[in-house]
């Protein structure tokens, strides 16, 4: 089974801090994805990856950044934490482009800033 | 752009009827689409995933089908149990195979 590993169930952070929120997927998946997840505003796309050292951004990638050293490994990065961060945190993965397998996501990482 | 809207947006049935949840998207030129099941507090599990070529999936008491013509899918759920709660979620991956576009799901509560 593939499983997807976020760091951290939960965080209490400081506006202004630097926030680090890790994700590791144990299949080889080349595609990895975090998204936020708020009441009445569904699944967002914040950054995705398809290959090592490679980033797009998603839908609302203001305040954030990715980055994708190894494979298996790609963390989300607040840069500078504000309160309007406070969320939950999905990351997930897929093996490859073009391919009919699900997404697995990980358990989450709700957020809270402070 | 690729739209997915799902509803009704909450549901509430008793224990052991049959139900359907609805998922509908704008450009049916999809390459698959994929339902999950979400419980409180927790990360997306994938229930099943329909492609293109097909019209339906089924797994235990679920069955998804997929009628890209008129850019609908349902998932229907045989004898509910209160273990079956949570929210539902569809998503459509398109052809150039962009991120899935999501639906802001269905909240089902099966009431014993």
Request: glycine fraction near 8%; aromatic fraction near 8%.
């Amino acid at each position: 089974d593939v499983k997807v590993t976020q760091s951290s169930r939960y965080l209490v952070k400081r506006t202004g801090e630097k926030v680090f929120l890790e994700c590791v997927q144990d299949m080889d998946h080349e595609n990895m994805f975090w998204y936020r997840q708020d009441p009445g505003l569904g699944l967002r796309l914040i950054y995705f990856s398809y290959d090592v050292k490679m980033k797009e951004k998603g839908d609302i990638p203001e305040g954030y950044s990715v980055s994708r050293e190894k494979k298996e490994r790609f963390s989300l990065i607040l840069e500078s934490a504000s309160t309007n961060q406070t969320s939950m945190y999905l990351c997930a993965s897929t093996k490859d482009r073009g391919s009919n397998q699900p997404q697995h996501f990980g358990d989450g990482t709700r957020l809270s800033i402070l | 752009k690729q739209e997915v809207t799902q509803i009704p947006a909450a549901l509430s049935v008793p224990e052991g009827e049959n139900l359907v949840l609805n998922c509908s998207f704008t450009d049916s030129a999809i390459y698959n689409l994929q339902w999950f099941r979400q419980d409180p507090g927790k990360g997306l599990t994938s229930l099943l995933l329909i492609q293109s070529s097909q019209r339906e999936q089924t797994s235990g008491r679920l069955n998804a089908s997929l009628d890209k013509s008129s850019g609908r899918s349902t998932l229907y759920i045989a004898a509910s149990q209160p273990g079956d709660s949570a929210t539902y979620l569809c998503a459509v991956l398109d052809p150039g195979n962009t991120p899935l576009v999501f639906g802001k799901g269905t909240r089902l509560s099966v009431i014993a």
